[in-house]
Every structure is written in C-alpha cells, then in structure tokens.
C-alpha cells in the first residue's frame, strides 16, 4: 500500500538545463592559439546598444573581441591596445573580429549594404 501522508523524498538531484557556449579557435601569428566564445544576449545587446547609437563597426569588432577572445594563457584583449598594435597584427584582429561575429550570430548587422 502506498503511504501518502509522508512527503515524497527524492533520491536525485534537482536538473537544470544548460547551454554550452559554442567557440572556435582561430590560431594567429600575434596572438598565439586564441579561443573565441560565444557570449550572453544580455553581453550582445549591451555592445549592440553602442553600436545603434554611434554606428562605428570598427568599435563594434573590437568590443565584441573584449568580451569574446581569450588567449592561450588567459588573456583578454582591452580597448586601449587596439591603438597601439602595429599593422602586422590588424589581420589577425580582422580574423578575430570575423570569428567573433559569425559566432555570436551578428554578421547581418554589421554588414555594410
């Protein structure tokens, strides 16, 4: 006979979806071997809300390379080096950028028409 005045006892654990984020590799001459990870809506919709207001694709690629790049130790890009790189490294940050774009799912919003 089943009881029903006792409260069931579940023997698992509670289950949680979760999502892996998608990311490629890319290996670079400047950079080394540099991950790049897809990241949240909310991450997306915030460097999307700066690009509506200035319409500045090139700021657009590299905010989204701060937020998706990580290096083979670690590191993570930062607005201010992009100033300072020398020509040599704009191919490997353009083939960054690109696979930044493509995974993060915004390659038809920064396309220029």
Do not use: W
Not at 60 to 65: C, K, P, R
Not at 75 to 96: G, H, I, K, T, Y
Request: proline share 4%.
């Amino acid at each position: 006979m089943n009881d029903m005045s006792q409260p069931r006892v579940d023997t698992e654990p509670q289950r949680f979806f979760t999502i892996e984020h998608r990311e490629q590799v890319v290996e670079t001459e400047c950079f080394g071997t540099v991950r790049v990870r897809e990241i949240s809506a909310k991450q997306i919709q915030a460097i999307h809300a700066d690009y509506a207001e200035t319409k500045d694709e090139q700021k657009f690629g590299y905010l989204l390379l701060c937020a998706t790049a990580i290096g083979p130790h670690g590191e993570r890009f930062q607005m201010a080096l992009f100033d300072d790189l020398p020509v040599r490294a704009f191919d490997d940050v353009r083939r960054l950028v690109e696979a930044a774009v493509k995974i993060n799912g915004k390659a038809s919003e920064v396309e220029k028409p």
